[in-house]
């Protein structure tokens, strides 16, 4: 009797507490929000999206250090003599190819920011299909446009930490690690080949054109993805892969798009003084969220700061000729030559041109040279110096003078936008840097080891499978 | 046959001898107990011999004392033997003492159950209230058991009796934090004050973060009102507390009333504080010279090096200028009783405190109600409250006393100096007049518990506990000083409110099988909520200082936050006890527990123990052993967890920002990785132990602990693809390992006299078994002198060899990695040249107390030891022994006139230069802690009773004490120069003269 009186107590204790044990311990910050929270509807994944562009406009990626990387190497941009020290120590490892996987700063944040990009691009597209609310349109052109960052990530990442695309036959020396989906914290992934990783890149673009263009947004303005963005990066993604074909196909179908025009020649210095997107421009990051002045201060015309930290180099100024409207856009400022394609104003930055029409016609007239249709070339190229310099002769050239008169003519027109070094090491051409005061490697002979960043010290010690770049100890 | 008779014969002329040679030796007496009644049936025996006898009806014994044998022990059941040597006395009449508290003790072992010490299969120690008494002086309860305990380790941060200390059982079972922003969990023990678990201050909790001063729970409770404090050890003893119990549990229970008149207590004491150990500075002289040798050696020419130095005839000491002699009062009256079914205890307290660092005073207020009362035959309420409240106010006195002794606090015409570098240091004295810091802090922790009385062997009961805490923070920078003057004046106000409440039911359970088996059963329910609230305002830029709060200046100086956190658990947990015929015993626990940080499958976790002991002494053969009162074997093995890593560490998480925005649009960005794998920290305990009891008056135990420490949680690096760089994972694996020696010997006990000694020492062991990727764990900040390395202690210290100064050229010199020596130090800087040059924690530490009574005289010393263990000097003892660098900034430590100056010189002190680039973590600055700390004395008068009847008292004590004695460090030597002592502690440590006085009536 007794020991069933104790029976009933004790169940009758278990049952009264064990009611919603698990809703008790189920517990939201109230600050934060889960991932599930997130993304439990279209508004969290929209959150979430604008999350991921934010993350293109950071200072290791399109806000200052991968155009700079860029410029640096190149050799568009010097220091100035006004340079402080802290800057000094920042960019100098990248000014004279002196990267280690030890160092914390340069290859490192790429590395690492690059991949958080990805995180954030793959939440939005492994979350999007199951997220309540939305248009099944809304929701693929979310997905294109999570796809489109994906793929110029990777496509970045592989600029910087591989070998260019015919290092090897087929490409098949080492790219970088594909990430489809967030990888677990403890896996040890792997290096692709850079065939895969191109496969890869042109696949995500494709699909993401794909749903792009069945789900055209309206309400979205040039600071937003489009099909047209997609196609224009996907253009660039074949120059670089040497898929001459396919890349005029993509050019084309940009330059035939009518929403999308050059900006006339009168019209050229304005364009980049006005901060919003033009009828040129395809694609432009929002640069409004950080309140920081970034390149304005490195090489354009600082907001609040009394001296620019960088400047224009002559090997860059030499190219123009005196009637070249593109002249105008550099301009003396203490003992520098910045560039007004970046400004500040109250701290806020100007927008960071993406993708400009130009550059599609650049594309395809490089690519119908290389397979030998030089009057399309011509007529490209004629095109863009015409705009900006209307006394331009025509072209009149063939064969390997009309390639170099192209890709010199890209130089000038998408000079300080974060291309010539990604572009030289494309080409496969050394560096020559003559007005230049990097204290090593100011000429570097293709195909040097420094042309590809070292990967850093710590993914080195953390992920078993990873493999150092050539040259790098 | 011959042979045979032989032996007959020898055998015989011995027995005829023994006769012929013994003068038979009868002794008689009484045996009475204290109170003066005959005790028959006494025990009186001869001591080592089979010779024995007992007391009849009236006490009354005769006993033939054999050859050679001298001395009669008296026993009897529940009192203490006695031994007597009879040296031909004929008549010995014997007066045996009841036994004392010590061996039918009872403590504490965990969810209300409490059982003599004899029954214990598991690691348990145990203060009362009377041993506490040698601690008066403790403002916190923590510092009172600093020494009393075995493997028990009590390190003070700072000195300020609100700061939280940090208490250690039996070593660290969680791993340290290596660098600033790693996630760790908490190593400190689990809190238990009557039943309700206490605030974990040091676990890391979002809400915690913001809050930047710690308030010590336990500093909120009058150690007056403790009336035990127990420390559980084994898995035997902490299992049934399952997943916060891997760093032991330490239950606290306040006294309640007993039946009887309503008694007062009162006691007051006033305590007079002076620093002790504190750092010697340069002189103005001597700073001057060494100033003008460090410019002169950097280039300067004398000419422009004294210009640089500035006056030569000021002479300010800084350190007299911040410091006082510090005042401590304390009052606490209490009153208890019972009548008819209730009994009542009620307390309060007053504790105010100016310590030696001027600005800084603590006021504190604390109250504490315990009623019981029987509501019906079977039903028994208990209430329990709390409340307490606190005022401490802050100031960073001794950050000042490096000013160069040639600076003036002053102007010419008296008013505060603001010239640099007092634009951008606060002038201590302007601080001290012109600003505002302070916490206020509201405590309550109070339980209700209803006893439910089934039958005589079920029981019921259900006890419903809080804790709350409310902070404030308040802090006013004027605009006229250094803090204030750059966001032209300052206001920041920062509230934490946290509210937990922890609900358990259970049922208790015993019965007797064939009077042997003695079978006893609990098993319940528990759940425990947590909220938290942080609110945080400020406001710069003030129109006016008159008014002192904040949202009086535009909007944009006015900014305010505010964070929450919310916890929760659900546990079951069970025990069941079993013995046999008193000689046998098995515990067995087992916990259930579920947390709310955890995730999915990881959710819940299970805890069980084992405990098995065996009481050799009560087995019959053992009863020839007169002087063994007590022998038991004891062993336990079991696991424990361990969960305090914050509040959402499993989860992903996002967060927004409107700086995460685009194109118009709220933005979100991951905060951190959804960490489905992570769980608990498993703790797995293995105790042997030996409890022996000598001659009635000597107490030895002896425990010997494996505690292995499986997934210790820390945050560590992860590959970069993850989309995050680190993330908290269950990486490491240890051990500790270790002995403990407890001794308690009551030396001499007579009418006048009682003197006790109690003596502990413990040793520890740490070693990290496994990481994570197999990878050594070595930050990369050559500031950071510690590492998680495989195969070493958690608690190793990295540094570089010194290889001493060049006599030649007066330079420092490293040893690298590869055995070369160096005297760059910024190539000596690298993290990769630093080896283990030692570990913080000590080889063995431990305590000693004693008691010395005579008459109404008493005496109490105490003093803790420890040795083995380093201490890599503090940074900010590092900046005072700059080799020149600092020099112009800070006053230097006496230690640097020991310089090098000219070649042959040896020394370890370098030339003095602004070029050298000093490194802090060498072995230069390395310093063996070993040590005795002398805690207190103490010495008290009981007023003889005739003089307090006259008072109409019933008990009138004065009393006398000197905390802090002193410190003795083995390393130190040199008596004008700084060593361990002065550096061991950020501020200088404080002793007190304290006099007492206690009335009961």
Request: hydrophobic content about 35%; charged content about 20%; aromatic content about 10%.
């Given at each position: 009797m007794m020991r069933t009186t104790l029976y009933i107590m004790l169940s009758l204790l278990m049952l009264l507490s064990a009611t919603s044990c698990e809703e008790f311990l189920n517990r939201d910050p109230e600050d934060k929000i889960s991932n599930d929270g997130l993304f439990k509807d279209m508004t969290g994944v929209k959150y979430a999206l604008a999350g991921a562009y934010n993350s293109l406009a950071d200072n290791d990626y399109y806000r200052k250090n991968f155009i700079l990387n860029a410029e640096l190497k190149g050799g568009n941009v010097k220091f100035s003599s006004n340079i402080v020290e802290m800057y000094m120590d920042r960019y100098r490892d990248t000014y004279n190819f002196n990267?280690?996987?030890?160092?914390?700063?340069t290859s490192y944040y790429f590395y690492r920011h690059l991949y958080e990009v990805l995180n954030m691009a793959n939440n939005v597209i492994a979350n999007t299909p199951d997220a309540k609310g939305g248009t099944q349109a809304e929701k693929d052109h979310v997905l294109g446009e999570a796809r489109t960052i994906r793929a110029l990530a990777h496509f970045d990442l592989v600029r910087l930490f591989a070998r260019r695309y015919d290092y090897t036959n087929n490409a098949q020396h080492p790219g970088i690690v594909i990430v489809r989906q967030s990888p677990d914290v403890f896996d040890q992934p792997e290096r692709s080949t850079v065939y895969e990783t191109y496969r890869f890149i042109v696949d995500d673009l494709k699909q993401a054109i794909n749903l792009l263009e069945n789900s055209p947004s309206k309400d979205k303005g040039d600071l937003w993805i489009s099909a047209a963005t997609a196609k224009a990066i996907l253009a660039r993604v074949y120059l670089y892969k040497e898929d001459w074909n396919n890349a005029i196909d993509m050019a084309t179908q940009v330059i035939q798009n009518n929403n999308y025009n050059l900006v006339p020649h009168q019209q050229y210095v304005e364009k980049f003084t006005q901060d919003q997107p033009s009828q040129e421009d395809i694609w432009m990051l929002d640069n409004s969220y950080e309140l920081a002045e970034a390149l304005s201060k490195f090489i354009g015309v600082p907001?609040?700061?009394?001296?620019?930290q960088m400047s224009v180099s002559k090997d860059l100024l030499n190219l123009y000729e005196q009637e070249d409207v593109r002249q105008e856009l550099f301009t003396t400022y203490e003992n520098d030559t910045v560039c007004r394609k970046y400004q500040a104003e109250n701290n806020i930055e100007s927008n960071i041109p993406m993708v400009r029409l130009p550059e599609m016609y650049l594309i395809r007239a490089e690519a119908s040279a290389r397979i030998g249709e030089p009057i399309q070339a011509r007529s490209d190229l004629d095109k863009i110096r015409k705009r900006a310099n209307p006394d331009a002769p025509f072209p009149n050239l063939t064969g390997q003078e009309l390639i170099d008169q192209i890709i010199l003519e890209k130089r000038k027109e998408l000079a300080l936008e974060g291309h010539l070094f990604y572009e030289l090491k494309r080409l496969g051409r050394d560096i020559n840097r003559t007005d230049c005061n990097a204290t090593r490697n100011q000429n570097l002979t293709y195909p040097d080891y420094r042309y590809v960043m070292p990967i850093p010290k710590d993914e080195m010690d953390y992920n078993q499978n990873m493999i150092q770049n050539e040259g790098y100890k | 046959m011959m042979q045979l008779k032989g032996i007959l014969t020898v055998l015989a002329m011995l027995l005829i001898s023994m006769n012929t040679l013994s003068q038979e030796h009868f002794v008689t007496g009484k045996v009475k107990s204290e109170e003066g009644v005959a005790l028959p049936g006494a025990t009186v025996k001869v001591a080592s011999s089979q010779t024995g006898t007992t007391t009849d009806i009236k006490g009354k014994y005769k006993i033939r004392m054999p050859e050679d044998h001298n001395v009669l022990i008296f026993s009897f059941v529940g009192y203490k033997n006695k031994r007597v040597e009879v040296n031909d006395k004929e008549t010995i009449n014997i007066t045996l003492e009841k036994?004392?508290?010590?061996?039918s003790e009872v403590v504490c072992v965990g969810y209300g159950g409490a059982k003599a010490k004899e029954k214990l299969t598991g690691s348990v120690d145990h203060v009362d209230s009377k041993e506490l008494m040698t601690q008066q002086s403790a403002a916190s309860v923590d510092e009172m058991i600093g020494g009393m305990m075995a493997g028990v380790r009590i390190k003070s941060n700072?000195?300020?009796?609100?700061d939280p200390n940090k208490i250690r059982i039996r070593g660290r079972s969680s791993l340290k934090?290596?660098?600033?922003?790693a996630m760790v969990a908490s190593s400190q023990p689990l809190i238990i004050l009557d039943g309700v678990p206490l605030e974990d201050v040091s676990a890391p909790n979002e809400a915690n973060d913001m809050v930047k001063k710690k308030v010590n729970p336990l500093a909120m409770i009058n150690p007056k009102d403790i009336e035990s404090i127990t420390v559980l050890k084994d898995a035997s003893a902490t299992a049934i507390y399952g997943a916060n119990a891997s760093n032991g549990v330490i239950i606290i229970n306040t006294k309640d009333g007993q039946q009887g008149e309503t008694k007062f207590d009162y006691t007051s004491r006033m305590g007079f504080s002076q620093p002790i150990n504190h750092f010697q500075f340069l002189n103005t002289e001597e700073y001057v010279t060494l100033a003008k040798e460090t410019l002169m050696n950097s280039g300067y020419t004398e000419e422009k090096a004294m210009e640089q130095i500035g006056p030569t005839d000021v002479y300010t000491n800084w350190f007299d200028l911040v410091s006082r002699t510090g005042i401590t009062q304390k009052h606490n009256l209490s009153f208890s009783g019972g009548k008819s079914g209730l009994n009542y205890r009620f307390s309060a307290g007053y504790f105010n405190n100016k310590s030696i660092g001027k600005g800084n005073n603590l006021d504190r207020i604390t109250t504490r109600l315990n009623l019981t009362a029987d509501l019906t035959d079977k039903l028994q309420w208990n209430f329990i409250l709390g409340v307490s409240k606190m005022k401490k106010d802050v100031f960073s006195a001794f950050q000042s006393i490096s000013f160069p002794p040639n600076l003036s606090p002053y102007d010419e015409d008296g008013s505060y100096n603001d010239d640099p570098p007092f634009n951008n240091l606060l002038n201590p004295l302007a601080g001290l007049a012109q600003n505002e810091n302070w916490i206020k802090n509201f405590y309550t922790n109070g339980s209700t518990k209803l006893r439910y009385q089934i039958t005589p062997n079920l029981k019921l009961s259900s006890t419903f506990g809080v804790d709350y805490n409310s902070k404030e923070t308040y802090v006013f920078y004027s605009q006229q000083n250094a803090l204030g003057s750059n966001r032209g004046g300052y206001i920041a106000r920062l509230n934490k409110n946290r509210l937990k409440w922890i609900s358990f039911n259970q049922a208790d359970y015993q019965l007797t099988i064939q009077d042997n088996h003695n079978l006893e059963f609990l098993a319940g329910f528990q759940m425990e909520n947590r909220n938290d609230l942080v609110l945080k305002g400020t406001n710069s830029d003030l129109p006016f200082e008159k008014i002192k709060e904040l949202g009086i200046s535009e909007t944009e100086n006015s900014k305010t936050r505010s964070n929450t956190g919310s916890f929760g658990s659900v546990s079951y947990y069970g025990r069941m006890s079993y013995n046999y015929r008193n000689r046998y015993y098995m515990n067995m626990n087992f916990r259930s527990d579920a947390a709310s940080v955890f995730g999915g499958d990881q959710r819940r976790e299970n805890f069980a123990s084992v405990g098995l002991s065996w009481v050799i002494s009560k087995e019959a053969w053992m009863e020839q052993f007169d002087n063994l009162d007590m022998l038991k074997i004891r062993g336990s093995y079991g696991n424990t967890g361990n969960s305090?890593?914050?509040?959402?560490?499993?989860q992903g998480l996002y967060q927004y920002s409107d700086r995460y925005g685009y194109g118009g649009v709220l933005g979100a960005q991951p905060h951190q990785p959804p960490n489905k794998h992570l769980t608990w920290e498993k703790n797995y305990k293995f105790n042997i132990a030996l409890d022996i009891g000598l001659f009635e008056r000597m107490d030895i135990k002896f425990e010997h602990y494996v505690n292995t420490t499986r997934d210790a949680i820390t945050t560590m690096k992860v590959p970069f693809e993850s989309g995050f760089n680190n993330i908290p994972v269950n990486a490491a694996d240890m051990r500790n390992k270790g002995w403990e020696l407890t001794l308690r010997n009551q030396v001499l006990q007579s009418e006048n006299w009682n003197w006790t000694v109690d003596f502990n020492i413990a040793s520890n062991s740490n070693k990290i078994l496994a990481l994570g990727n197999d990878q050594n764990y070595v930050p990369a900040s050559s500031y950071n002198s510690a590492g998680l390395i495989i195969g070493e202690e958690v608690s190793s210290i990295l540094a570089l060899r010194y290889a001493g100064v060049n006599p030649q050229t007066g330079d420092a010199q490293y040893y690298l990695n590869d055995g070369s020596i160096t005297t760059n130090g910024d190539i000596a800087n690298q993290p990769k040249h630093r080896v283990v040059v030692g570990k913080s924690s000590p080889d063995a530490h431990g305590g000693l107390n004693t008691t010395i009574q005579y008459k109404n005289w008493t005496l109490t010393g105490m003093l803790s030891y420890e040795w083995g263990g380093y201490l890599m000097l503090p940074y900010n003892s590092f900046r005072f022994n700059s080799d020149g660098t600092q020099i112009l900034i800070h006053n230097q430590s006496v230690n640097q006139l020991d310089r090098w100056q000219e070649p042959g010189d040896q020394t370890d002190i370098p030339e003095l230069s602004l070029d050298n680039r000093p490194v802090k973590n060498t072995t230069r600055n390395l310093f063996d802690r070993t040590h005795i700390h002398f805690r207190n004395v103490s010495l008290s008068y009981k007023l003889p009773e005739h003089l307090v009847e006259k008072f109409k008292l019933d008990m009138l004590q004065v009393n006398i004490t000197v905390d802090n004695l002193g410190y003795w460090y083995k390393s130190d030597s040199n008596p004008n120069r700084n060593g361990i002592a002065e550096y061991r502690y950020t501020y200088p440590v404080s002793r007190t003269f304290t006099l007492g006085l206690n009335a009961k009536f």
């Amino acid at each position: 009797m007794m020991r069933t009186t104790l029976y009933i107590m004790l169940s009758l204790l278990m049952l009264l507490s064990a009611t919603s044990c698990e809703e008790f311990l189920n517990r939201d910050p109230e600050d934060k929000i889960s991932n599930d929270g997130l993304f439990k509807d279209m508004t969290g994944v929209k959150y979430a999206l604008a999350g991921a562009y934010n993350s293109l406009a950071d200072n290791d990626y399109y806000r200052k250090n991968f155009i700079l990387n860029a410029e640096l190497k190149g050799g568009n941009v010097k220091f100035s003599s006004n340079i402080v020290e802290m800057y000094m120590d920042r960019y100098r490892d990248t000014y004279n190819f002196n990267h280690s996987p030890n160092d914390e700063r340069t290859s490192y944040y790429f590395y690492r920011h690059l991949y958080e990009v990805l995180n954030m691009a793959n939440n939005v597209i492994a979350n999007t299909p199951d997220a309540k609310g939305g248009t099944q349109a809304e929701k693929d052109h979310v997905l294109g446009e999570a796809r489109t960052i994906r793929a110029l990530a990777h496509f970045d990442l592989v600029r910087l930490f591989a070998r260019r695309y015919d290092y090897t036959n087929n490409a098949q020396h080492p790219g970088i690690v594909i990430v489809r989906q967030s990888p677990d914290v403890f896996d040890q992934p792997e290096r692709s080949t850079v065939y895969e990783t191109y496969r890869f890149i042109v696949d995500d673009l494709k699909q993401a054109i794909n749903l792009l263009e069945n789900s055209p947004s309206k309400d979205k303005g040039d600071l937003w993805i489009s099909a047209a963005t997609a196609k224009a990066i996907l253009a660039r993604v074949y120059l670089y892969k040497e898929d001459w074909n396919n890349a005029i196909d993509m050019a084309t179908q940009v330059i035939q798009n009518n929403n999308y025009n050059l900006v006339p020649h009168q019209q050229y210095v304005e364009k980049f003084t006005q901060d919003q997107p033009s009828q040129e421009d395809i694609w432009m990051l929002d640069n409004s969220y950080e309140l920081a002045e970034a390149l304005s201060k490195f090489i354009g015309v600082p907001g609040n700061a009394d001296k620019t930290q960088m400047s224009v180099s002559k090997d860059l100024l030499n190219l123009y000729e005196q009637e070249d409207v593109r002249q105008e856009l550099f301009t003396t400022y203490e003992n520098d030559t910045v560039c007004r394609k970046y400004q500040a104003e109250n701290n806020i930055e100007s927008n960071i041109p993406m993708v400009r029409l130009p550059e599609m016609y650049l594309i395809r007239a490089e690519a119908s040279a290389r397979i030998g249709e030089p009057i399309q070339a011509r007529s490209d190229l004629d095109k863009i110096r015409k705009r900006a310099n209307p006394d331009a002769p025509f072209p009149n050239l063939t064969g390997q003078e009309l390639i170099d008169q192209i890709i010199l003519e890209k130089r000038k027109e998408l000079a300080l936008e974060g291309h010539l070094f990604y572009e030289l090491k494309r080409l496969g051409r050394d560096i020559n840097r003559t007005d230049c005061n990097a204290t090593r490697n100011q000429n570097l002979t293709y195909p040097d080891y420094r042309y590809v960043m070292p990967i850093p010290k710590d993914e080195m010690d953390y992920n078993q499978n990873m493999i150092q770049n050539e040259g790098y100890k | 046959m011959m042979q045979l008779k032989g032996i007959l014969t020898v055998l015989a002329m011995l027995l005829i001898s023994m006769n012929t040679l013994s003068q038979e030796h009868f002794v008689t007496g009484k045996v009475k107990s204290e109170e003066g009644v005959a005790l028959p049936g006494a025990t009186v025996k001869v001591a080592s011999s089979q010779t024995g006898t007992t007391t009849d009806i009236k006490g009354k014994y005769k006993i033939r004392m054999p050859e050679d044998h001298n001395v009669l022990i008296f026993s009897f059941v529940g009192y203490k033997n006695k031994r007597v040597e009879v040296n031909d006395k004929e008549t010995i009449n014997i007066t045996l003492e009841k036994k004392s508290q010590e061996i039918s003790e009872v403590v504490c072992v965990g969810y209300g159950g409490a059982k003599a010490k004899e029954k214990l299969t598991g690691s348990v120690d145990h203060v009362d209230s009377k041993e506490l008494m040698t601690q008066q002086s403790a403002a916190s309860v923590d510092e009172m058991i600093g020494g009393m305990m075995a493997g028990v380790r009590i390190k003070s941060n700072s000195g300020s009796p609100a700061d939280p200390n940090k208490i250690r059982i039996r070593g660290r079972s969680s791993l340290k934090q290596v660098t600033g922003n790693a996630m760790v969990a908490s190593s400190q023990p689990l809190i238990i004050l009557d039943g309700v678990p206490l605030e974990d201050v040091s676990a890391p909790n979002e809400a915690n973060d913001m809050v930047k001063k710690k308030v010590n729970p336990l500093a909120m409770i009058n150690p007056k009102d403790i009336e035990s404090i127990t420390v559980l050890k084994d898995a035997s003893a902490t299992a049934i507390y399952g997943a916060n119990a891997s760093n032991g549990v330490i239950i606290i229970n306040t006294k309640d009333g007993q039946q009887g008149e309503t008694k007062f207590d009162y006691t007051s004491r006033m305590g007079f504080s002076q620093p002790i150990n504190h750092f010697q500075f340069l002189n103005t002289e001597e700073y001057v010279t060494l100033a003008k040798e460090t410019l002169m050696n950097s280039g300067y020419t004398e000419e422009k090096a004294m210009e640089q130095i500035g006056p030569t005839d000021v002479y300010t000491n800084w350190f007299d200028l911040v410091s006082r002699t510090g005042i401590t009062q304390k009052h606490n009256l209490s009153f208890s009783g019972g009548k008819s079914g209730l009994n009542y205890r009620f307390s309060a307290g007053y504790f105010n405190n100016k310590s030696i660092g001027k600005g800084n005073n603590l006021d504190r207020i604390t109250t504490r109600l315990n009623l019981t009362a029987d509501l019906t035959d079977k039903l028994q309420w208990n209430f329990i409250l709390g409340v307490s409240k606190m005022k401490k106010d802050v100031f960073s006195a001794f950050q000042s006393i490096s000013f160069p002794p040639n600076l003036s606090p002053y102007d010419e015409d008296g008013s505060y100096n603001d010239d640099p570098p007092f634009n951008n240091l606060l002038n201590p004295l302007a601080g001290l007049a012109q600003n505002e810091n302070w916490i206020k802090n509201f405590y309550t922790n109070g339980s209700t518990k209803l006893r439910y009385q089934i039958t005589p062997n079920l029981k019921l009961s259900s006890t419903f506990g809080v804790d709350y805490n409310s902070k404030e923070t308040y802090v006013f920078y004027s605009q006229q000083n250094a803090l204030g003057s750059n966001r032209g004046g300052y206001i920041a106000r920062l509230n934490k409110n946290r509210l937990k409440w922890i609900s358990f039911n259970q049922a208790d359970y015993q019965l007797t099988i064939q009077d042997n088996h003695n079978l006893e059963f609990l098993a319940g329910f528990q759940m425990e909520n947590r909220n938290d609230l942080v609110l945080k305002g400020t406001n710069s830029d003030l129109p006016f200082e008159k008014i002192k709060e904040l949202g009086i200046s535009e909007t944009e100086n006015s900014k305010t936050r505010s964070n929450t956190g919310s916890f929760g658990s659900v546990s079951y947990y069970g025990r069941m006890s079993y013995n046999y015929r008193n000689r046998y015993y098995m515990n067995m626990n087992f916990r259930s527990d579920a947390a709310s940080v955890f995730g999915g499958d990881q959710r819940r976790e299970n805890f069980a123990s084992v405990g098995l002991s065996w009481v050799i002494s009560k087995e019959a053969w053992m009863e020839q052993f007169d002087n063994l009162d007590m022998l038991k074997i004891r062993g336990s093995y079991g696991n424990t967890g361990n969960s305090r890593i914050g509040t959402y560490a499993a989860q992903g998480l996002y967060q927004y920002s409107d700086r995460y925005g685009y194109g118009g649009v709220l933005g979100a960005q991951p905060h951190q990785p959804p960490n489905k794998h992570l769980t608990w920290e498993k703790n797995y305990k293995f105790n042997i132990a030996l409890d022996i009891g000598l001659f009635e008056r000597m107490d030895i135990k002896f425990e010997h602990y494996v505690n292995t420490t499986r997934d210790a949680i820390t945050t560590m690096k992860v590959p970069f693809e993850s989309g995050f760089n680190n993330i908290p994972v269950n990486a490491a694996d240890m051990r500790n390992k270790g002995w403990e020696l407890t001794l308690r010997n009551q030396v001499l006990q007579s009418e006048n006299w009682n003197w006790t000694v109690d003596f502990n020492i413990a040793s520890n062991s740490n070693k990290i078994l496994a990481l994570g990727n197999d990878q050594n764990y070595v930050p990369a900040s050559s500031y950071n002198s510690a590492g998680l390395i495989i195969g070493e202690e958690v608690s190793s210290i990295l540094a570089l060899r010194y290889a001493g100064v060049n006599p030649q050229t007066g330079d420092a010199q490293y040893y690298l990695n590869d055995g070369s020596i160096t005297t760059n130090g910024d190539i000596a800087n690298q993290p990769k040249h630093r080896v283990v040059v030692g570990k913080s924690s000590p080889d063995a530490h431990g305590g000693l107390n004693t008691t010395i009574q005579y008459k109404n005289w008493t005496l109490t010393g105490m003093l803790s030891y420890e040795w083995g263990g380093y201490l890599m000097l503090p940074y900010n003892s590092f900046r005072f022994n700059s080799d020149g660098t600092q020099i112009l900034i800070h006053n230097q430590s006496v230690n640097q006139l020991d310089r090098w100056q000219e070649p042959g010189d040896q020394t370890d002190i370098p030339e003095l230069s602004l070029d050298n680039r000093p490194v802090k973590n060498t072995t230069r600055n390395l310093f063996d802690r070993t040590h005795i700390h002398f805690r207190n004395v103490s010495l008290s008068y009981k007023l003889p009773e005739h003089l307090v009847e006259k008072f109409k008292l019933d008990m009138l004590q004065v009393n006398i004490t000197v905390d802090n004695l002193g410190y003795w460090y083995k390393s130190d030597s040199n008596p004008n120069r700084n060593g361990i002592a002065e550096y061991r502690y950020t501020y200088p440590v404080s002793r007190t003269f304290t006099l007492g006085l206690n009335a009961k009536f």
